[in-house]
């Protein structure tokens, strides 16, 4: 029977279509789609290969410009302008802001042929430190909000360029789909006293049944309200609203907990195309108790279209419990 679940943090609904039910192996990418590691190693075409680099886009680099790991551009065609001032306008209808805020673009690693499956945890690790390292510089910015930091990976999830990268957008304005987490966990902690994600980690560590991987700082698991196949959050352990406050220690549990799931996705399902994005509270909020950042990852297996549209929920032909137990038992 085909039943409804809600996700206790968002009050999301999605219906979970067993009826239409497609065994998690049914996902696994076509052997015709080449992947990423069969790629060559050097693109003399690509912007992001060494040698390539344009560096009037240049902001930053890890370790250094001759030997970088990692390195952060400003986007060539930015979402958003890091030089206008921030201006707003109302006209009694309809309301309006300059695009004002930050578009950069992380180049994760030299290789044209990798992705953060195939990468080191050591090279996960020096990602997340650039995005800290941006995270905290953006953040002085007074006329920011929010920052997300998000990656796309394969051409169902939106990347354009095939050379691993991700991206950091910084706005100025808080957007509807974060107020309206923040106010759910409000609401959660004024009705129970508690923190939702933390009794959401809780109830699924106790379960076990969706869980991916369990580490010192972090919970890895499938969604028990997936919106779509193999939908998986990352939690910490710690509780803290911020992406920014993560310790040292913390990150590169991080790194090795991100490996250990996208190498099951990669090894799984033959690099499916995914969503990779870090949640966190608004720039300017310093701590509560009731908000938690995350991480959440997206596989791209089936595309949204009219009812999710029509009613902003999704249907999911998978059991997450089955996803989960599919993802578990890749070997990597
Ligand atoms: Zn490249």
């Avoid at 990798?114 to 941006?134: D, G, K, S, Y």
């Avoid at 309200?225 to 990352?234: E, M, Q, V």
């Avoid at 791209?300 to 999704?314: D, I, K, P, V």
Wanted: overall charge negative; charged content about 25%; proline content about 7%.
């Amino acid at each position: 029977m085909p039943e409804l679940r809600q996700n206790m943090a968002t009050k999301e609904w999605v219906i979970i279509a067993t009826e239409r039910a497609e065994r998690p192996d049914g996902f696994v990418q076509s052997e015709a789609l080449s992947i990423t590691g069969d790629q060559p190693t050097f693109d003399p075409t690509c912007p992001f290969c060494p040698g390539n680099e344009e560096l009037d886009l240049e902001i930053e680099c890890w370790p250094e410009r001759d030997v970088w790991q990692t390195r952060v551009v400003h986007n060539k065609f930015p979402a958003l302008s890091k030089d206008d001032p921030l201006t707003r306008k109302f006209d009694g209808v309809h309301r309006w802001i300059s695009g004002a805020g930050h578009h950069e673009i992380v180049v994760d690693h030299p290789k044209h042929n990798t992705t953060w499956a195939l990468m080191a945890p050591n090279e996960i690790h020096a990602v997340l430190e650039m995005f800290q390292r941006r995270g905290w510089s953006i953040r002085e910015d007074e006329r920011v909000e929010q920052i997300i930091y998000f990656k796309n990976h394969g051409h169902r999830a939106g990347a354009s360029l095939k050379h691993t990268h991700s991206q950091i957008i910084a706005l100025p304005i808080v957007p509807t789909n974060i107020r309206q987490r923040l106010e759910e966990a409000r609401r959660y902690f004024d009705d129970y006293g508690q923190n939702v994600f933390r009794v959401m980690v809780e109830n699924e560590l106790g379960l076990g049944e969706r869980i991916l991987v369990e580490s010192k700082h972090f919970v890895a698991f499938v969604l028990y309200a997936a919106p779509a196949p193999f939908h998986t959050w990352i939690i910490p352990r710690q509780q803290s609203i911020s992406f920014l406050y993560a310790q040292p220690e913390e990150l590169a549990d991080l790194a090795e907990v991100l490996v250990n799931v996208l190498r099951r996705l990669y090894f799984g399902l033959r690099d499916p195309s995914y969503n990779l994005i870090i949640r966190s509270a608004p720039v300017k909020e310093i701590s509560n108790d009731y908000y938690q950042w995350y991480i959440t990852i997206v596989p791209r297996l089936s595309y949204a279209a009219g009812f999710e549209l029509g009613s902003g929920m999704f249907i999911n032909p998978t059991l997450p419990e089955g996803c989960a137990d599919f993802l578990r038992k890749v070997k990597i």
